[in-house]
């Protein structure tokens, strides 16, 4: 089993920038067959997709909302995913969760929530006005 722990939020004024980083552990010779993504939920609202990874394929997804702003990126040796995010707006601002799919060996990518059965604690992502 893999295990996912997220850091890298905090607190930003608007236009400002974070990067968001999701470790993994566990079993992680595995996970070149992984998918690994981002999804966000903000207070009183469902949790959505982010962004999107394939780890051996490097194929990527982004939501409509994100696009030109944030950028998922990997690096092997450490086992980790980032999401870097630019250009931040208030309504960025949302508990952002890493999650991994094992279903890499049959999709590219994936941006629905119920693909993704392993899922990091989340890191709270506030942008103020």
């Known amino acids: 089993q893999v295990q996912l722990v997220e850091s890298g939020g905090g607190l930003v004024q608007a236009g400002g920038s974070l990067r968001l980083s999701c470790a993994a552990s566990?079993?992680?010779?595995?996970?070149?067959?992984?998918?690994l993504a981002w999804f966000r939920q903000a207070p009183g609202k469902e949790r959505e997709f982010v962004s999107a990874?394939?780890?051996?394929?490097?194929?990527?997804s982004y939501a409509d909302s994100v696009k030109g702003r944030f950028t998922i990126s990997r690096d092997n040796a450490k086992n980790t995913v980032y999401l870097q995010m630019n250009s931040l707006k208030p309504e960025d601002t949302a508990v952002y969760s890493c999650?991994?799919?094992?279903?890499?060996?049959?999709?590219?990518?994936?941006?629905?929530?119920?693909?993704?059965?392993?899922w990091g604690q989340g890191t709270q992502v506030t942008v103020s006005s």
């Open positions: 566990g079993r992680t010779f595995s996970i070149s067959s992984y998918i």
């Open positions: 990874m394939h780890w051996s394929r490097g194929t990527t």
């Open positions: 999650a991994a799919s094992s279903l890499g060996s049959f999709y590219l990518t994936s941006t629905k929530e119920g693909s993704y059965g392993i």
